[in-house]
């Protein structure tokens, strides 16, 4: 693997780090299997992308699209809080619906942004090689991101969540509105993959509607890569394991790709992240906490 | 204070399986009483725990929690004035959580839940000395996971967030069933001193007769949905469980006569 190669996946793996944060908030803390994150991911994109062409600043596209996000997020939740919509089927009917909103928001199918300023433009100037501004940019945001996220999940609020999803029953005991703080934690999952799909189409220089598919996998391989390296300690050793879980991934799939014997070409990316997340769930002994939430009989 | 007012609740009205579980209840609890309720299975012990915490709604009738009437209070609002213990010790905590975590949660009942750290050093220091009270050497396992503990532990552990924030009513349901004797003397115990120091108004359901005469004052027995049997203070000394138990033969032998009437 060259510098090149090693950078790219560095990148990469940091802006789908996003994506694992928000599936560890939606599946892991508040036990809510949600796939509208096919949908959130290029929703951020498409947003940002479109907002960008029509001369807008980046980083408030970016806020734009991260608000978009946790909308979307929002409406998951709706559908199963209010109208007792099961989760999965719910997120899918956000998900499905989000391909035609982001048709709509974009006017066609792929809009490029390559030649625009972008969130990275400011940073353009500091003396860096392109070649490694985006990876730093992209872990900066990350590295960002999942602190205020640790930090959230320590304080009272994020405690009451994750015990929202932890034993519900027991949590309004304990006096703790459980559907607001599933509305809250929908809308912040929703938000994160959304800034992962804004800051995706920044580093690429375009916003497509078929880059949210498979999103959930990847982002789903990524919290249980993380969990198998990291395994016990705490909450906060949970969100960083999220986002390491993420680049090594993201390492791991480039190393494949690189390696001409194995005759892997990119892309057979999807069928493999597809496979390593099966294996995962179906392997015996494997202590895996997802397991028990994606497989029957795990409970 | 708890004062239940002819408390009606039917399960499925109107269809095949309708159950009416609470029928005209009425109960008056002056404060720091400590009451134990016993009664066969369907009795409605578990409903009026149940209407108490605001889990289900009453059909009909009124709860007044110290002349407040909080019958249309949801149960999140209703935990700042009541806190439960449940019968399965795997109900009343959080697993994936630890011990610390679990204590930090039943310390913000019924309070504002912010941005703040949940544990922070002079909670830590609390929630240390209270847990150490319980002589289970727990207070050095803060850390651990809750679903590393026994269910004895946990429900010792369970008693403590109870009593974490000052709290109206103690409702305690059947929480030694599950366990073997010798916790089950364990935590019979530390309820006892717990409702003594906090001077809690308490509601305790349980199966076990015993039980029902040893601790507390006033014994209160259910059936069909409504109070069939008070006793409190003298009267209550001088019974001892095989009264109770031909007592509770007798009501339900009121039942069998009408039912044999009905059927001949």
Not at chain 1, 281 to 288: E, F, S, Y
Not at chain 2, 119 to 144: M, Q, T, Y
Request: with cysteine.
């Amino acid at each position: 693997m060259n510098l090149v190669a090693f950078l790219g996946a560095l990148e990469i793996g940091c802006v789908y780090g996003l994506v694992a944060l928000g599936v560890f908030l939606s599946f892991r803390v508040l036990n809510f299997p949600d796939l509208t994150v096919d949908g959130s991911f290029p929703l951020g994109a498409a947003v940002v992308a479109t907002l960008i062409v029509a001369g807008a600043d980046p980083y408030l596209a970016t806020a734009v699209a991260v608000l978009a996000g946790a909308a979307a997020g929002l409406v998951t939740a709706f559908l199963n809080l209010r109208f007792r919509i099961l989760h999965l089927l719910a997120s899918i009917l956000t998900m499905i619906a989000l391909y035609s909103v982001n048709l709509r928001i974009m006017g066609r199918p792929n809009v490029a942004i390559i030649a625009e300023p972008t969130v990275i433009t400011p940073f353009e100037g500091l003396g860096l090689a392109g070649l490694y501004l985006k990876p730093l940019v992209a872990f900066a945001v990350v590295a960002i991101v999942a602190a205020l996220l640790a930090r959230f999940l320590v304080s009272e609020y994020g405690l009451a969540m994750r015990a929202t999803g932890a034993n519900p029953r027991m949590a309004r005991a304990q006096g703790i509105a459980t559907a607001q703080s599933t509305y809250v934690g929908m809308a912040l999952s929703n938000a994160m993959v959304a800034l992962g799909g804004a800051l995706f189409a920044q580093m690429n220089g375009f916003a497509d509607i078929t880059i949210g598919t498979g999103t959930i996998v990847v982002g789903l391989a990524a919290v249980i890569v993380g969990e198998a390296i990291f395994r016990g300690g705490g909450i906060v050793v949970a969100v960083a394991a999220c986002l390491l879980g993420s680049v090594i991934y993201r390492l791991a799939v480039a190393l494949a790709l690189n390696a001409d014997f194995i005759g892997l070409k990119a892309s057979d990316l999807n069928l493999v992240t597809a496979l390593l997340v099966t294996v995962a769930l179906i392997l015996p002994g494997a202590r895996n906490p997802l397991k028990a939430l994606l497989t029957r009989g795990g409970k | 204070m708890i004062r239940i007012e002819n408390l009606h609740v039917t399960f499925n009205p109107g269809t095949a399986i309708e159950t009416r579980a609470l029928r005209g209840l009425d109960l008056e609890i002056p404060a720091g009483q400590f009451v134990t309720v016993i009664g066969s299975n369907g009795a409605g012990k578990t409903t009026l725990l149940n209407c108490l915490t605001g889990e289900v709604p009453p059909t009909e009738g009124r709860i007044l929690i110290d002349g407040t009437d909080v019958t249309l209070w949801p149960a999140t609002r209703r935990s700042a004035l009541v806190a439960r213990v449940f019968q399965d010790p795997l109900a009343g905590t959080c697993e994936a959580l630890t011990i610390e975590e679990n204590l930090a949660l039943a310390a913000a009942r019924g309070t504002r839940r912010g941005l703040a750290s949940a544990l922070h050093a002079a909670r830590r220091a609390e929630f240390r000395e209270k847990i150490s009270r319980l002589g289970l050497g727990l207070e050095d396992r803060l850390g651990d996971r809750m679903g590393l503990l026994s269910g004895g532990q946990r429900q010792a552990v369970s008693l403590v967030m109870a009593t974490l924030r000052p709290t109206k009513i103690l409702l305690l349901d059947e929480h030694t069933a599950a366990l073997d004797p010798r916790m089950q003397d364990f935590v019979q115990r530390l309820t006892r001193e717990l409702v003594e120091a906090e001077r809690l108004t308490t509601l305790m359901v349980t199966h076990a007769m015993r039980q029902a005469l040893e601790l507390g004052g006033r014994t209160v027995m259910l059936h069909e949905g409504r109070a069939v049997l008070d006793v409190a203070d003298e009267e209550r000394a001088g019974l001892g469980p095989a009264d109770l138990v031909a007592l509770f033969a007798e009501v339900r032998g009121q039942e069998l006569d009408s039912d044999s009437l009905l059927l001949s």
